[in-house]
C-alpha cells in the first residue's frame, strides 16, 4: 500500500495527445496535495512538450521507442533507484506494468466491462457511476484518491513556452490581417472519427459568408494531403495552411489565439478544450461514456445520438462497420454552423445560407 503521504510519486502515461492532455488535473492535484513532494512524470519522447514545461511537476522521464528493450531496462533502473514511494499507472499497457513492476502502485480504473457491453451489446451500464467517471480526467484522478486529493476540478492545463507564444503571436497577426480568425481540425487517427472532407469545406464557406472570418487548418504531418485537399476545394483562398513544419508547442499556441476552433474528436480538441477556445467538436463513433468529451464551458458537441451502432469501438475504427457511415455523414455542415451561433457573440450577416 501507497505511503499516505507520499514523498516522489511517478505519473506513467506514454501517450498520446489527448491522454496526456487529460492528466493535467492530475498532476495539479497532487502538487497542491504535496506541495513539496518530488512528481515525476514519464511520457513518450513525441509527446514530452506536453508536460515539459509543466510547472508542477519535478522532472520529466522520457521513453523513446526506437530504444527498445534495452531503452526499457534504463528507465527501469532509474525507477528503481529513485524509490517512488508511489507510481499511478494510469496507462496500464505491457510497458507501464513492466516499468512499475514492484513498486507501490495505483492504477486507473478503466471500466472494461462496461465499455465491452456498450460497444459490442449496446448496453450502457455507465449511468451508476460518479459523474467525475464519465470523463478520463475524471478517472485519472480517482486512481489518485487514496492519497486524498480531490477528485472534482476537472480543468485541463497545457502549457506553452513564452517565446514560442512570442514567435506564434507574430504569425497569428498576419493571418489575422488576411481576415483569418477559425482553426479547424480535420483529422484524426481513426477514419471513424473524421468528419467528411466536404462537409468541412462547405462550414468553411459558410462561416465567410457569415462572419467574414477565413480558416486556418491544422493537422499532423501524415494529414497534410488531406489538408491540402480541403484548401484547393476552397474558392477564393478562404482556407490556409501554414507554409512551413510546426511542432506541438506550435500548434498548441495558435490554437490558443482562435476565435472558434472545429475538428473531429481528437487530440487537438482537447488542446483547444485546455484554453477554452470556443469550439464545437465533432463526435462520430466515439460517445461521452468512452472518457473524451471536451471539458470545456466553452465547448458545444455534435453527435447523432439516435444511431442505434455508436459507439462501433472505443477509439475508432478504419472504415464504418455498417458500411453507411451515418454517424458522421447525418451530421450537416449547417448543423454544425448553428452550434457555433450557440458559441460566439457575433452576428451572423444573414439567415439565408441554406
Request: glycine share 6%.
Amino acid at each position: 500500500m501507497p505511503k499516505d503521504r507520499p514523498d516522489r510519486i511517478l505519473i506513467i502515461r506514454l501517450s498520446s495527445i489527448g491522454d496526456i492532455v487529460l492528466t493535467s488535473p492530475l498532476v495539479r492535484a497532487l502538487r497542491q496535495r504535496f506541495p513539496h513532494a518530488r512528481i515525476d512524470f514519464l511520457v513518450r519522447s513525441d509527446y514530452a512538450d506536453l508536460v515539459r514545461y509543466n510547472p508542477h511537476l519535478s522532472r520529466v522521464l522520457i521513453y523513446d521507442p526506437a530504444s527498445g528493450w534495452s531503452g526499457l531496462r534504463e528507465l527501469r533502473r532509474q525507477i528503481v533507484a529513485a524509490h517512488y514511494d508511489v507510481v499511478l499507472d494510469i496507462h496500464r499497457n505491457w510497458r507501464s506494468i513492466y516499468l512499475r513492476r514492484g513498486r507501490p502502485v495505483l492504477k486507473v480504473k478503466k471500466y472494461y466491462g462496461r465499455r465491452w457491453l456498450l460497444v459490442y451489446l449496446k448496453m450502457n451500464r455507465y449511468s451508476g457511476l460518479p459523474e467525475s467517471a464519465l470523463s478520463v480526467a475524471g478517472r485519472y484522478l480517482m486512481a489518485a484518491a487514496p492519497l486524498g486529493i480531490s477528485t472534482h476540478d476537472l480543468r485541463l492545463e497545457c502549457f506553452v513556452p513564452e517565446e514560442v507564444q512570442r514567435a506564434v503571436a507574430g504569425e497569428w497577426k498576419r493571418l489575422v490581417e488576411k481576415g483569418v480568425r477559425v482553426i479547424m481540425a480535420p483529422g484524426s487517427k481513426h477514419f471513424t472519427k473524421r468528419w467528411p472532407p466536404a462537409h468541412f469545406i462547405r462550414l468553411i464557406q459558410i462561416i465567410y459568408d457569415q462572419l467574414g472570418w477565413k480558416t486556418l487548418l491544422l493537422g499532423s504531418p501524415d494529414e497534410r494531403p488531406l489538408l491540402r485537399d480541403i484548401i484547393h476545394s476552397v474558392p477564393d483562398d478562404l482556407a490556409m495552411g501554414l507554409d512551413r513544419e510546426i511542432c506541438l508547442m506550435e500548434a498548441a499556441a495558435f490554437i490558443q489565439n482562435a476565435s472558434l476552433f472545429v475538428s473531429n474528436d481528437s487530440g487537438l480538441m482537447h488542446i483547444a478544450a485546455a484554453f477554452q477556445v470556443p469550439q464545437v467538436a465533432i463526435f462520430g463513433s466515439t460517445t461521452r461514456e468512452l472518457g473524451f468529451f471536451p471539458i470545456n464551458p466553452r465547448a458545444v458537441v455534435v453527435e447523432n445520438p439516435d444511431i442505434p451502432c455508436r459507439p462501433c469501438h472505443h477509439i475508432g475504427r478504419s472504415a464504418c462497420p455498417k458500411s453507411h457511415f451515418r454517424c458522421m455523414t447525418t451530421l450537416t455542415p449547417e448543423r454544425v454552423w448553428q452550434a457555433i451561433q450557440s458559441l460566439i457573440q457575433v452576428k451572423p450577416r444573414s439567415t439565408d445560407f441554406i
